[in-house]
């Protein structure tokens, strides 16, 4: 159907029509030209635009007709094309991508037409409609998503998430799952267990206020999948679920106008776990804190020597050497394997045999698992193999080449032949050593047992526990038997810290002690010794004294002086059961006082400096007398040196809200991040609420962000615990202590102080400036490193251990209201800025 050429008076009413039924309606008949950068269709308040736009993902000179936020694509029609295209909404109702305006093979349509199409339209909400007469969608794109869905946008069961090799689904029973090829599961999270039955129709969207949830008909509530790490932070933010093209799903923000996307959730935390994020045959590891990806060894080329995702393909290939393969030894390395590939992969047999099937079978590559568990995983034929190399991993693999293998020195690798023999060195030097010392100690024992033996001191207890105890002050060495009997049986579990329940137990001396059982401990015996000497050798009346430690086979112990009065959340928060027991000032000022002298110690004045890395009121234990004492410090470098995952492992573990911005920036952590952490234990040891906490009472912001509003209006008393006598208080103290809280949780670690100068704050020995907003200026200014598709997020956390708000939907975004000012940030204080001292 063609108008006839319109008369001025016609085509008048016609836009008048137009005008009236909708501002933003776009007539059938409309084209949107690549060549021309001013052609567009835009959401009422122009927030969200439909145009041809570059990607930043697909080479120069192609453009896609994409919905854009700013410049962050949120949904493309089709494949890249370039400046000759148009996108057009035909008479028809139809909506075509056509490569030139003259042609009518389409690169990709909406399919809609003779569905009642009568106009388009993009609304405020980022969803571009075609609707019919009476304004019901016909088609949207927010029912055919590509790889991001925005606020509003409800993923079901039917609906897809798709880039590259990759797809994200959600599933009749609520879990959600990321695939690659569309076969291996590698990512596949449930809900709890209790709700895991077949929903109805389960929906997943993300809040404005940047949550993750989960609605479904049989559910009463929805559910909180997963929060970003800026969730109900105020300003004009969009928040966005996406999957990108390295295979993760995240959550990221963006301040409007800004451009900038910051990463605040990640649904795989160890970006090597991505099947298939090398390619195949490719190796992924981390340099320092990204991802990146190498061939097994010089038998292999990469694919593209310009991108090393495509993989890693053999210099000779199998069947052109047969009888003449060799097996290239991976130290530290294993292939991924994952569901369904995983059930016919999987074998009982040690490490030799691992090596040896593979290489006289039908088999490319294996791994033996290392952890005495015998498992092996053979990859047969032509399957994908998927790599990851990492000190921390104990796994051992296997590769088929056609011989003479040739290392990779990056991957320090050892070949095989050479491997052996420089071990059965190792191994030489090791044996000798430890008989020596083991020669030396029965001496040295011998000696102390003959001068000591009628000592009264040593009834009852053990010979070697005695000996080590009093005679060096190191860490004593329990057995596993030892401990399982003191603890009957890990029977009365004391709580769960973030690196594995603590249990109370009763030594054969009569100490009472708490007794750690580590999990997620991937480090050798050695390194373990190292860092249990460097913890035990660590001591201050602050902080929890280590007794001994238990290190056998795949278990691992430590075990601390046992504190009377448990951690100082449970006097803290309302909730918890011994809330009835009262803190009073005197109290809380002296935990305050200590729990920043034993960080100090920590940081500034023992022998190896240590970041403690998880302050929380969970890891402040009390003594009879209500003395700070710090406990877990040493432990995150014990859990993982060096590696990037343990960044992930304390997030996992329920710490969000402690940590500082820098956590999810990947920037470096340093002795300036337990000073964040530390400051927002102070603002709760005053206020007796969570930082983090979001209710009516804090207008809808998150507790820290609202006290300095309070602060700023005079309003101390609105910040101060409610069950605090306030004759009992020396406000002056109150008001420091609240000072030094801000100064703090500056988002830039430079405006933090050092925990010494904090100490001399809390004390009233310095002077203290009025401190300026933590947020800083502008939005990212320092957590607004801009994404890249290999950079890796330290943030992963699903639902359970969450902190829980108090109800999901009073939890909606406080409006547009502009960040703090400019002003503050520039006031920074000298006496403070200055303070670096290394
Ligand atoms: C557009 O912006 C105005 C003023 O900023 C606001 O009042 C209005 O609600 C916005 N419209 C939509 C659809 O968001
Ligand atoms: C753009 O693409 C069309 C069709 O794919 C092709 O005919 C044309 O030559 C291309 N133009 C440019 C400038 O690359
Ligand atoms: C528009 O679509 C809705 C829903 O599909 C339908 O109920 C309505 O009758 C349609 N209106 C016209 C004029 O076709
Ligand atoms: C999903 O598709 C099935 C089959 O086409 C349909 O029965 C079901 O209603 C759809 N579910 C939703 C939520 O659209
Ligand atoms: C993906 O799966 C298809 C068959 O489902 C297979 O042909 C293709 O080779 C696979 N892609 C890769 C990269 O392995
Ligand atoms: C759902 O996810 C959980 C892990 O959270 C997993 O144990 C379970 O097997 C999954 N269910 C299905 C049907 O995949
Ligand atoms: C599972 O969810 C139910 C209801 O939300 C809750 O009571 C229960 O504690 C949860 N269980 C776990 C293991 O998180
Ligand atoms: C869920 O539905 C499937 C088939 O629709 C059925 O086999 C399964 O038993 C159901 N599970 C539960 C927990 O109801
Ligand atoms: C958008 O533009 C900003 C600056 O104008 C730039 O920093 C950012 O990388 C761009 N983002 C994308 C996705 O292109
Ligand atoms: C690590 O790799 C990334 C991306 O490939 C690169 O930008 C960065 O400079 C590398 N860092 C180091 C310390 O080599």
């Not at 993902?57 to 896609?64: K, N, Q």
């Not at 389409?106 to 909400?125: D, F, I, Q, Y």
Request: include cysteine; aromatic fraction near 8%.
């Amino acid at each position: 159907m063609k108008l006839p050429p319109a008369p001025p008076l016609y085509l008048l009413l016609l836009l008048l029509i137009a005008a009236t039924a909708s501002a933003a309606d776009i007539p059938l008949g409309s084209t949107l030209y690549a060549s021309d950068p001013t052609s567009r269709w835009s959401s009422p308040n122009n927030t969200f635009t439909l145009s041809f736009t570059t990607n930043p993902t697909s080479p120069a000179g192609t453009l896609i007709a994409a919905v854009t936020y700013t410049n962050i694509s949120i949904w493309k029609a089709g494949p890249s094309t370039n400046s000759t295209a148009v996108l057009r909404l035909l008479p028809s109702g139809d909506l075509h991508l056509l490569p030139t305006p003259t042609s009518t093979t389409p690169l990709w349509s909406s399919a809609t037409a003779n569905l009642g199409v009568s106009a388009a339209s993009l609304e405020e909400s980022g969803n571009f409609v075609l609707k019919n007469s009476s304004g019901a969608a016909v088609w949207s794109t927010f029912d055919h998503p590509a790889d991001t869905i925005v606020p509003t946008q409800n993923l079901n069961v039917n609906l897809t998430l798709s880039s590259g090799l990759y797809s994200f689904r959600i599933h009749n029973n609520g879990n959600l799952t990321l695939l690659w090829n569309n076969s291996i599961v590698y990512y596949n999270s449930g809900l709890n267990s209790t709700m895991n039955s077949n929903l109805t129709n389960p929906i997943l969207d993300i809040q404005p206020t940047g949550i993750l949830t989960l609605s479904d008909p049989t559910l009463s509530s929805q559910l909180d999948l997963a929060y970003s790490s800026d969730y109900a932070e105020e300003g004009n933010i969009l928040r966005f679920l996406k999957l990108d093209n390295d295979g993760n799903l995240r959550i990221y923000s963006s301040a409007r106008g800004s451009g900038t996307v910051n990463v605040r959730w990640a649904a795989v935390s160890d970006q090597c776990q991505v099947y298939g994020f090398c390619g195949n045959m490719g190796i992924c590891s981390y340099n320092d804190t990204y991802p990146v990806c190498g061939c097994p060894s010089q038998n292999f080329d990469l694919v593209d020597p310009t991108d090393s995702r495509k993989g890693c393909k053999r210099r000779v290939e199998l069947q052109d050497c047969p009888g003449r393969e060799s097996m290239l030894q991976l130290d530290h390395s294993r292939f991924l394997a994952f569901q369904p590939e995983l059930a016919s992969q999987v074998y009982f047999i040690g490490i030799s045999a691992c090596r040896l099937n593979c290489l006289v079978g039908p088999c490319t590559a294996s791994t033996s698992l290392a952890d005495g568990s015998g498992l092996c995983y053979l990859k047969s034929g032509s399957t994908f193999v998927s790599g990851y190399h990492s000190p921390a991993i104990p796994s051992t693999s296997f590769v088929k080449v056609c011989g003479p293998v040739m290392p990779n020195p990056s991957l320090a690798t050892t070949s095989s032949v050479s491997g052996i023999r420089w071990r059965l060195t190792a191994w030489l030097v090791v044996v000798v050593v430890a008989v020596t010392i083991f020669g030396l100690i029965v001496v040295e024992g011998g000696l102390w047992w003959w001068c000591f033996k009628n000592s009264p001191k040593f009834g009852g207890l053990s010979a070697q526990y005695a000996l080590l105890e009093y005679a060096s002050g190191a860490p004593v060495q329990f057995s596993y038997k030892e401990l399982h009997k003191a603890t009957k049986g890990f029977k009365e579990k004391l709580g769960a810290g973030g690196f594995g329940a603590v249990y109370k137990g009763v030594l054969a001396n009569k100490t009472v002690a708490a007794v750690k059982q580590l999990e997620g401990i991937e480090q050798g015996e050695k390194q373990f010794r190292m860092e249990v000497a460097t913890i035990s050798s660590t001591h201050h009346l602050n902080l929890v004294r280590l007794i001994g430690f238990c290190s056998e086979g795949r278990h691992r112990l430590l075990v601390y002086e046992f504190m009377k009065n448990v951690s100082l959340d449970n006097f803290l928060f309302i909730s918890n059961e011994h809330s009835g027991k009262h803190l009073n000032w005197e109290n809380r000022y002296n935990i305050a006082l200590g729990t920043a002298k034993g960080i100090t110690y920590l940081h500034e004045e023992c022998r190896d400096c240590i970041v403690h890395c998880d302050i929380k009121p969970e890891n402040i234990l009390l003594d009879e007398n209500y003395y700070a004492k710090v406990s877990d410090f040493g432990l995150a470098k014990l859990v993982n040196p060096k590696d990037h995952r343990y960044r992930t492992l304390t997030s996992v573990r329920g710490t969000r809200g402690y940590l500082a911005p820098e956590w999810l920036a990947n920037l470096p952590i340093t002795s300036k991040s337990d000073v964040y952490s530390y400051g927002m234990v102070l603002l709760e040891i005053v206020s007796g609420r969570r930082n983090f906490e979001v209710s009516e009472v804090t207008n809808h912001k998150k507790f820290s962000s609202w006290a300095y509003e309070e602060f700023e209006k005079g309003n101390i008393e609105a910040i101060v615990d409610g069950r605090l006598q306030r004759n009992e208080m020396d406000m002056e103290q109150v008001v420091r202590a609240i000072q030094v809280s801000f100064w703090c949780i500056q988002e830039q670690p430079s405006q933090r102080p050092m925990m010494g100068k904090v100490v001399q704050m809390l004390e009233g020995i310095l002077e203290i400036d009025r401190p300026p907003a933590p947020k800083a200026v502008t939005e990212g200014s320092i957590c607004g490193t801009s994404v890249t598709a290999s950079s890796v997020s330290a943030l992963s956390t699903f639902a359970a251990s969450m902190p829980m708000p108090s109800s999901s939907s009073s939890l909606q975004m406080a409006g547009i209201s502009s960040f703090a000012s400019g002003k503050h940030g520039e006031r920074a204080s000298s006496s403070l800025s200055n303070s670096s001292r290394k």
